[in-house]
């Protein structure tokens, strides 16, 4: 996928819109997959976000974190968050299978299907810049900040 146009897609998305990858061509999109809203790693990684979002802003990219949860949990997350940014909704792991995302992990000692934590960066042009799969939120979203800078 890397280097290569980004199918359209479209998702249910927080503040009531649907959200439609090709309605924002022209600026740079950061997608964060994310396992779960409300835990600890989810809150963490979401919050840098929050935090350097108007770096984010400045540097001409749109940020949207996506899960499998109900655009019921989203909103109460976002809201109990103060994100300045959308949540999508991929409860039938349409986009999260075109990303490729979705994985077997250990949970407890048990395997389990989930979310492999993950972030794209898509191009203006609608290009994936660049992936970081099974991602370790400390220093990452800085990371990905820098990335985005130098695009």
């Keep these: 996928m890397l280097n290569k146009p980004v199918k359209d897609f479209s998702l249910p998305s927080t503040g009531g819109i649907t959200f439609k ?3 924002h061509r022209g ?5 964060y997959f994310y396992p779960k809203d409300n835990t600890p790693g989810c809150t963490t990684e979401g919050a840098r976000f929050r935090d ?3 770096d984010f802003r400045k540097a001409r ?10 655009l019921r949990s989203h909103e ?3 809201a109990k968050m103060d994100f300045p940014f959308e949540l999508l909704s991929d409860a039938d792991e349409a986009v999260c299978g075109q990303f490729g995302v979705i994985k077997m992990k250990n949970l407890y000692g ?3 299907r989930g979310i492999e934590r993950s972030t794209f960066v ?3 042009n609608g290009v994936l810049a660049r ?6 939120v400390p220093g990452h979203v800085d990371e990905v900040l820098d990335f985005v800078k130098a695009l």
């Design 21 to 23: 990858l090709s309605d």
């Design 27 to 31: 600026s740079k999109q950061v997608l």
């Design 52 to 54: 350097l979002h108007g």
């Design 61 to 70: 990219c749109e940020v949207f974190g996506i899960s499998r949860d109900s």
């Design 76 to 78: 109460g997350f976002k």
């Design 110 to 112: 048990k395997k389990v």
């Design 122 to 124: 898509i191009d203006a």
């Design 131 to 136: 992936e970081w799969r099974g991602v370790k």
